[in-house]
């Protein structure tokens, strides 16, 4: 399977980088249509999602070059070729998550009513942004034999994607798609909730997240490591901590929905 879509003027244009723009183009609609349910100024939260989004991608790529600094330093060229794969969701986040606090605080709007309102849109922005690592052939778990795929129901073009040098590999990131799409239900769900406290969108995101991407490490045999241990299970739990200070902290909150 090639990872060009298609070339236009000599100029590839790859199904990574599609895969991510559908995620962002799907994101920024969501993002639009609950922020005016708050009244919150179209110009200013349109120019939160473009910044964010900016800030967001190159913290997800400098979070990936720091973890990977020796090919980098040996191979310069390759640090702007995005389209190659090396976007790190949790840079992406980390990074996102300050400049919407820098914003939020200067202009007096309310930190964590963006951060519920912006849950879904990331985790689901997630959800399709993975299917770029099946095209790229990254992002995938141990090697694991046919029979396996097969038992697990995994659709066959997906099984035959996973077949990389006569191996076949578990698509985790295809679990991960799945089960950030079954968060992005849940958030969904919660909002409709009229009784839901500001903070409890973000802190459930964190958490489901945290969980879910601790375990699909378990089987990635790429991940980022700090020495021995995975990068991205210590972001998980800390995730899975924050998310829980923030569900208690909730309680004490006014509703997302104001009466």
């Known amino acids: 399977m090639s990872r060009i879509a298609f070339t236009i003027l000599n100029i590839n244009i790859y199904w990574y980088s599609i895969c991510i723009l559908i995620g962002v183009v799907i994101a920024y609609f969501l993002i639009l249509h609950e922020s005016k349910k708050h009244n919150i100024n179209n110009n200013l939260i349109t120019d939160l999602i473009f910044y964010t989004l900016i800030i967001g991608i190159i913290g997800a790529r400098l979070y990936y070059i720091i973890f990977n600094l020796d090919y980098y330093l040996n191979n310069p060229s390759e640090i ?22 820098y914003y939020t605080k200067k202009y007096s709007i309310n930190f964590l009513r963006i951060l519920d309102i912006v849950s879904p849109a990331v985790i689901i922005a997630q959800s399709i942004g993975r299917w770029g690592n099946f095209f790229n052939k990254e992002a995938y778990g141990s090697i694991t034999s046919l029979k396996i795929l097969q038992n697990l129901h995994i659709p066959k073009f997906i099984i035959n994607g996973m077949k990389i040098n006569n191996h076949y590999y578990y698509p985790t990131f295809f679990f991960e798609s799945i089960l950030c799409l079954i968060g992005f239900i849940i958030i969904m769900l919660i909002r409709k909730n009229k009784n839901t406290k500001l903070g409890f969108q973000i802190g459930f995101y ?41 569900l208690i902290r909730s309680k004490k909150e006014e509703k997302y929905y104001k009466e």
């Open 80 to 101: 702007l070729k995005i389209y190659n794969g090396g976007l790190a969701i949790h840079g992406g986040v980390i990074s996102g998550i300050i400049f919407v606090y």
């Open 206 to 246: 964190f958490i489901w997240y945290g969980i879910v991407r601790f375990f699909i490490e378990i089987l990635r045999e790429d991940s980022l490591m700090l020495f021995n241990i995975k990068m991205a299970q210590i972001i998980s739990i800390i995730s899975i901590i924050l998310g829980i200070i923030l």
